[in-house]
């Protein structure tokens, strides 16, 4: 099955709030989002979003120029559908629907790239260096990029498909020059069936 049907698929039989990776909030990422960009006008993109509510909750803190993306349009519809339930803040919303390692975003840079839990289903080196190719392309030289994997304890498997687990050193390798490691920290996340898995999350400054 191709990737984007896999997904479009989970989406459109599963519950927002049953598959594994749900958390009612993405609060390790929102904090760190904070520490990282406090600037409430920086451009922050959300890779891999699904229906996951960090832009509500950035949306609610003030971000005013935010793009998300994901391959399901199935996950885009929903959350968008909910977003807009936000009112006038949700006119500060850019919706991509597409492969992150084929996506171009035209001339826009970003000063935040979030990911959470997508860069570690790929598995083929081809697509990894895509992937690091768009984000260099993406974001703004002295910006950041904000990657949550599983670490070295995590699954082997997500949602049926093999994931790449990392540690900081092996994130940094793929990702190559031109990204300064500013931290990293090993967080837990309980599953809704009662399971944790462990994420490493990591930061990096695009070399000017
Ligand atoms: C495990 S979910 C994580 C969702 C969200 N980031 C979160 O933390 O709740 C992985 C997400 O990545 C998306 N995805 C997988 N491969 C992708 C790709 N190549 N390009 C863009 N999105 C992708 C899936 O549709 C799914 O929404």
Redesign the pocket.
């Known amino acids: 099955m191709y990737?984007k049907d896999h997904?479009d698929n989970?989406?459109a039989t599963k519950d927002f709030n049953s598959?594994?990776?749900?958390?009612p909030h993405?609060d390790k990422?929102l904090q760190l989002i904070e520490e990282i960009c406090p600037d409430r006008a920086a451009a922050i993109v959300?890779?891999?979003?699904?229906?996951?509510t960090?832009v509500d909750d950035l949306l609610l803190r003030g971000y005013g120029d935010l793009s998300v993306?994901?391959?399901?349009a199935t996950?885009i519809e929903f959350t968008k559908r909910r977003v807009d339930q936000l009112g006038d803040k949700s006119a500060h919303v850019n919706w991509h629907v597409?492969?992150?390692?084929q996506?171009k975003f035209g001339p826009k840079q970003f000063d935040l790239w979030h990911?959470?839990?997508?860069f570690h289903?790929?598995t083929d080196p081809a697509?990894r260096a895509a992937?690091v190719n768009t984000v260099r392309r993406s974001v703004k030289p002295g910006g950041h990029v904000l990657i949550?994997t599983f670490g070295p304890d995590g699954p082997l498997q997500?949602?049926g498909l093999d994931v790449v687990r990392y540690d900081q050193k092996k994130l940094q390798q793929v990702l190559g020059d031109g990204f300064e490691l500013l931290g990293s920290e090993i967080t837990s996340h309980l599953t809704p069936m009662g399971s944790n898995q462990q994420f490493l999350y990591c930061w990096f400054r695009v070399g000017r």
């Not at 959300?46 to 996951?52: K, L, Q, V």
Request: aromatic residues 18%; charged residues 15%.
């Open positions: 990737t997904w989970v989406y598959v594994s990776w749900y958390a993405l990422s959300d890779i891999g979003a699904g229906e996951s960090l993306l994901d391959i399901s996950a597409g492969d992150i390692t996506y990911d959470r839990a997508v289903f790929l697509a992937y949550a997500c949602s």
